[in-house]
């Protein structure tokens, strides 16, 4: 990979792992201000999708805390991969609340969602190409 290239996706990847959660306090302060909508269901749901969405986010975080060096590989293996299907859990829940949820900030939700995964790419997938 070119050395502009990798430039590009590591500030790429700081955007995205710094903007995610930022986005979703900017969705949470947003939500704060809005007045409950009808059906108050769908609002509530909307509520659920934002929290499932913060979740989400957290669980990635937490997974990429540093683990002790006196930890083996395989613990570390099996943390990641029991971080990867908690957040990949919370996201389905929160794009599929999103669906169902009304509003206009269901669509920001979702996209502070979603950054999980492009994250993942930026992560695993762009050293891979590299290659």
């Known amino acids: ?10 500030l790429a990847l700081m955007l995205l792992f710094y903007g995610g959660p930022v ?23 909307s509520w659920v999708s934002l929290s499932l969405a913060t979740f989400a986010v957290g669980a990635w975080i937490g997974t990429l805390t540093p683990i002790p060096q006196d930890r083996d590989a395989g613990e570390a293996l099996g943390r990641l991969g ?3 299907t908690t957040t990949i859990t919370f996201l ?4 599929v609340a999103a ?9 920001w939700t979702v996209a ?11 992560w695993f997938g762009l050293p891979l190409i590299g290659r």
Do not use: C, D, N, Y
């Open 1 to 10: 990979m070119h050395h502009w290239m990798q430039t590009v996706a590591l």
């Open 23 to 45: 986005l979703i306090v900017g969705v949470w302060l947003t939500r704060w201000r809005q007045r409950p909508e009808s059906p108050r269901w769908r609002w509530v749901i």
């Open 82 to 84: 029991h971080g990867i």
């Open 92 to 95: 389905s829940g929160a794009f």
């Open 99 to 107: 669906l169902i949820a009304k509003g206009k900030g269901r669509a």
């Open 112 to 122: 502070s969602a979603l950054i999980i995964p492009l994250q993942w790419l930026m």
